[in-house]
């Protein structure tokens, strides 16, 4: 923080002795000089605030265009993205009874080493065909084209 605050004041420093304002000067203002800088303050400061009510407005209108193609590419592709949660669903289903199976037979405590390797080759069986049922679809299915870009 100090080193910010020391870079802050050397840049405020040389900011005063390039404009070729200093302490002293600002001594004795006349009436006249002292309304004309505020005169000028207060057209810089609409002249900025007009600046940021036009970029507010720019960004704002930006946003409304960006959600309006946003809800627009939503819907023209509802079907494939309901298609694509409904593979994804059918993977995590097969795969959840898969697990099932599988811990039924690891959490047993009777279990034989040969019934807890077939379960577990049971398991890599049914994560292949799954694995490979899922992909199968979903390149049926094809690919969203991409959405929108944000502004």
Known sequence: MKKWTKSAAIGIAA????????????????KEE?????????????????????YKATKMAGQAEFKAAMDAWKLANADL???????????????????????????????????????????????LQAVASRDAALAALGTLPPPPAKP
């Open 15 to 30: 900011a005063l002795m390039l404009s070729g304002m200093t302490v002293s000067a600002q001594a004795h203002v006349t």
């Open 81 to 127: 993205i309901a298609a694509i949660k409904a593979v994804k669903e059918a993977f995590h289903t097969t795969m959840d009874a898969a697990k099932a199976a599988r811990d039924l037979v690891l959490n047993d405590v009777n279990a034989t080493a040969e019934q807890i390797a077939a379960a577990n080759a049971t398991f890599a069986e049914a994560k």
């Open 34 to 54: 002292r309304a004309a800088a505020i005169a000028e303050y207060k057209l810089a400061k609409a002249e900025f605030q007009a600046a940021m009510a036009e």
